[in-house]
Nanobody
């Protein structure tokens, strides 16, 4: 397993941008598929995006396609979620998660390691 710590959340106006970071500890980060999920108050946790171990394959929820971009830098053991054109409905706690890669496409979404989350609030 890897340990994950998110950062970069905050308060932003609708139409604005934020970049979330997910710093991992452990020597095997580059062998993990990584994802971002979010949970709004009163709602279940939902998938946002995932990226394969190499960064070569990405998946997105329909609600964020064209606005969010997931990426990773294995040399820095860090994954990112660039969020543009934010909407009030994007308000949630965002979690970074990881799972040992099976080196298949698409990347895994049955994550086994989780961060503590970072709050994103989008005002209208």
């Amino acid at each position: 397993q890897v340990q994950l710590v998110e950062s970069g959340g905050g308060l932003v106006q609708a139409g604005g941008s934020l970049r979330l970071s997910c710093a991992a500890s452990g020597r095997t980060f580059s062998l993990h598929d990584v994802g971002w999920l979010r949970q709004a108050t009163g709602n279940e946790r939902e998938f946002v995006a995932a990226i394969s171990w190499s960064g070569g394959t990405t998946n997105y929820a329909d609600s964020v396609k064209g606005r969010f971009t997931i990426s990773r830098d294995n040399a820095k053991d860090t994954a990112y979620l660039q969020m543009n054109n934010l909407k009030p409905e994007d308000t949630a706690v965002y979690y970074c998660a990881a799972a040992p890669s099976r080196f298949h496409i698409p990347p895994r979404t049955d994550f086994s390691s989780w961060g503590q989350g970072t709050q994103v609030t989008v005002s209208s």
